[in-house]
């Protein structure tokens, strides 16, 4: 089994650490993860300058490949020239944070697997639900426990599949109950954080993401929320399935005017 690791806090977060020690021993691991922090990137790929790829330095990151771009960029060329081979799964994480519902949109963290996914391989990302990085430890057993368990699934083969795992932090969360979840929904971020600079001229920061509301009890927030480590299975097919026959009575067959 090769198992390719990347991220999104950067090569240095202890979160990458954590899940490549989990998955020692299950396969040939290969980490390549950015160089600095690229949370809220989303699926994006560096595309107006070359990518330079290096040998991280350090015991906790020894044998890492660094990438100064973003969590696609390191999944994107790993896939496409870095590795030699193609690996059988690719796993994301683990976050400084959660990725739940509408966040999985901006995620990095979720975007890296998704690269993967979108190469045709199987794929999980995983998060832990508070930020602070506490029991972290735990939440690396939770994640070998569910690789291990998915291994006979990867190994036959078949279409691939993007999993989404989130992981409160607790000390007992690898013997918390896993809860196969949908996307809920958040309401609207809360507002720009307007300051000045020391010009006097007028700078802003994206506000707070908007608290939950869809947390219904199949949804991850409820999973969390209630003990669960929440999975969900995603796809990337973003058609509106049940408004094409409406939009085809609309404007469908007929010409421009």
Known sequence: ????????????????????????????????APESNASGTSNSL????????????????????????????CVHVALTGLLQY?????????????????????????????????FGIPAIAFSQVDKGWQHLDAAARVARALVEQL?????????????????????DADRLPRQVTRLGRRHASQP??????????????IGP?????DAGPDTDFHA?????????????????HAGLASWRQDLGGGAAR
Do not use: K
Request: proline content about 7%; glycine content about 12%.
């Open 1 to 32: 089994m090769r198992i390719l690791i990347a991220n999104d806090d950067g090569y240095l977060a202890p979160g990458i650490a954590a899940l490549a020690q989990a998955c020692r021993g299950l396969g040939e691991i290969d980490v390549i």
């Open 46 to 73: 560096t595309l107006n300058r070359p990518l330079n790829v290096f040998e991280a330095s350090g015991d906790m990151q020894r044998g890492f490949r660094v990438v100064n771009g973003t969590p696609s960029d």
């Open 86 to 118: 193609r690996p059988d799964l690719v796993v994301s994480g683990i976050n400084n944070g959660a990725n739940m519902g509408d966040d999985t949109l901006y995620s990095g963290t979720v975007a890296a697997a998704m690269e993967g996914f979108l």
């Open 151 to 171: 291994l006979p699934r990867v190994a036959a083969g078949g279409a691939p599949w993007l999993l989404n795992v989130n992981i409160p932090n607790r000390p």
């Open 192 to 205: 720009v954080i307007r300051q000045d600079n020391p010009r006097g001229e007028a700078i802003y920061w």
């Open 209 to 213: 993401a908007g608290d939950a509301r």
């Open 224 to 240: 969390v929320s209630h003990g669960q480590v929440s999975v969900t299975p995603l796809q990337v097919d973003l058609t509106d």
